[in-house]
Each structure stands twice: as structure tokens, then as C-alpha cells.
């Protein structure tokens, strides 16, 4: 072989050894993104798991409140469903939005639930009532921690996917930039809420 032949194979070589480099990378960077959205997805069964319980004590002292409590439960099982969606595949931003939206619907009917709870002393009372809302609310911490951590992933993911050498090889193999989870969806709930007196 002459020198243009061992040259071109030397190159042929680094371009090889750099296209899987690359790859690897980013086959990392996913699964990354998959392992924070297992974190996500732990506090979010934990979370799901609280609010029958919650339901239950609540249903005792609300029964007149029906519909909040059924509210409360559709909302649930809808973000169940989202959350398994998500799951199957954590970089995919359509099950991500849609999670997303299930779970402003759930937080929204929580919400509605303990404003309904606020005007019965007996039940804001009851020891159960309060230990479930503790564990709600350091699983509500949890999530978002988890969905920080979440968030860094799809940072470093979408830096690695899109930064020149390595966006060539990320189209090339089919890695494109993932959607982060985002607390708000519109630019209504951006807005501070407004208060009157």
C-alpha cells in the first residue's frame, strides 16, 4: 500500500472511531434521561398511591361532596394512564405533554379537594387527614427535585444531540432533542395569580 492508501484508511478509521464515540454518548445521555424520569415516575406512584387514602378519609366527613371526590378520582386515573405512557418512553415530548396536562388536571382537583376540606374543622382535624397531606406534600417536593433532576438529563442530552461535530452523527442515528417537563403549559398560568381585597 502507498501513502494515500494508509492515509485514507486512517481517516476512514477516526471517522469510524468518532461516529462511535458519538453514538455512544449519546446512548447515554438517553438512557440518562430514562433513569430521571424513573425517579419522576417513583414519586409520582407514591403520589398516586396517597390520594385513594386521602379520598377515603375525606369521603367520611364529605359525603355531600360527591362530585369533588369523584373529581378528585378521575383526574387520578388519568394521570396513571399518562404516567404509563410516559414511562414506555420518557424522551417522547407528545406522552410528556400529555402527562403533563393530566397532571395540572389532578393538581387542580387537589386543589379544589382541600379547599372543600378548609370549611370542616373536623375533618382539617382528623389525624389521618393530616398525616396523608404531610406525605403529599413531601411527595410533591420529591417530584419536583426528581423533575429538576429530569430536566439536567434532558439539558445535557439536547447539548450533546445538538452541538457540531455531534449533531451529524446524532441525525444520522435518529437521536433528536427532547422536550423538558415544564410546571406551567400556557402563558395564563405564567401570569401571577391577582388578588383583591
Do not use: C
Not at 445521555?29 to 417513583?42: C, G, H, K
Not at 364529605?62 to 420518557?90: Q, S
Not at 415544564?182 to 388578588?195: C, G, L, N
Amino acid at each position: 500500500m502507498n501513502a494515500g492508501s494508509w492515509i485514507f484508511v486512517v481517516l476512514v478509521a477516526v471517522v469510524v472511531l468518532w461516529a462511535v464515540s458519538a453514538y455512544n454518548t449519546l446512548v447515554q445521555r438517553r438512557n440518562r434521561i430514562a433513569n430521571a424520569f424513573a425517579q419522576i415516575d417513583a414519586q409520582l406512584k407514591r403520589r398516586y398511591d396517597l390520594i385513594p387514602n386521602l379520598v377515603e378519609v375525606a369521603r367520611r366527613y364529605l359525603a355531600h361532596e360527591a362530585d369533588t371526590l369523584e373529581a378528585v378520582a378521575r383526574a387520578r386515573g388519568a394521570a396513571v394512564n399518562a404516567a404509563a405512557a410516559a414511562r414506555v418512553r420518557p424522551a417522547d415530548g407528545g406522552k410528556l405533554q400529555a402527562l403533563a396536562l393530566a397532571e395540572q388536571d389532578l393538581e387542580g382537583s387537589m386543589g379544589r379537594l382541600f379547599a372543600v376540606a378548609e370549611a370542616y374543622p373536623e375533618l382539617q382535624a382528623d389525624a389521618t387527614m393530616h398525616s396523608l397531606g404531610e406525605e403529599l406534600a413531601s411527595t410533591e417536593n420529591r417530584i419536583g427535585f426528581a423533575r429538576q433532576a429530569y430536566n439536567d438529563e434532558v439539558l445535557e442530552y439536547n447539548d450533546a444531540a445538538t452541538r457540531f461535530p455531534a449533531v451529524l452523527a446524532a441525525r444520522l442515528f435518529g437521536f433528536v432533542p427532547t422536550a423538558m417537563l415544564q410546571s406551567t403549559a400556557s402563558p395564563q398560568e405564567r401570569e401571577a395569580p391577582r388578588v383583591a381585597f
